[in-house]
């Protein structure tokens, strides 16, 4: 008995797998920077919402101990006003890019350290920090 050979043999060529193969690195090209914009973004908004818990913070303190106007915070004071077991809690008065908040007083709004806005200007322009620059 013989045997008829086979001809058409399925599969993919070289050019279609090297084609494919393109494709998959031109859209991978694209979406790896704007993923990285995006978390960029992400942190700089994280940022912005921990001043605007910190600034709470400080009013609740002055209102509660009766503190004159230009008295001096630091996190201490802050961080009993900051619910217990979050991140911004157990921060030690930094941001989650591990630069230290600029906490004065009670009549001042915090401000976002320099070294922060600097890494998140690309993202985050001066208005976006407003009041807290």
């Known amino acids: 008995m013989k045997r008829k050979p086979k001809t058409n043999q399925g599969g993919f060529t070289l050019a279609e797998i090297m084609i494919v193969v393109a494709i998959i690195a031109l859209l991978a090209s694209i979406a790896v920077p704007n993923f ?19 600034d709470a913070g400080i009013d609740q303190y002055a209102i509660e101990r009766s503190k004159a106007g230009g008295t001096n915070v630091v996190w201490a004071d802050v961080q009993s006003y900051i619910k217990n077991g979050t991140r911004l809690y157990s921060s030690g008065g930094k941001d989650i890019l591990g630069n230290s908040f600029a906490i004065t007083s009670v009549d ?6 320099s ?9 985050a322009p001066a208005d976006f920090w407003s009041p807290f620059r």
């Open 115 to 123: 070294a922060s806005y600097t890494a998140l200007s690309d993202v």
């Open 36 to 54: 990285l914009r995006s978390r960029k973004r992400a942190q700089a908004t994280q940022i912005l919402e921990d001043l605007r818990q910190i």
């Open 108 to 113: 001042t709004t915090p401000k976002v350290g």
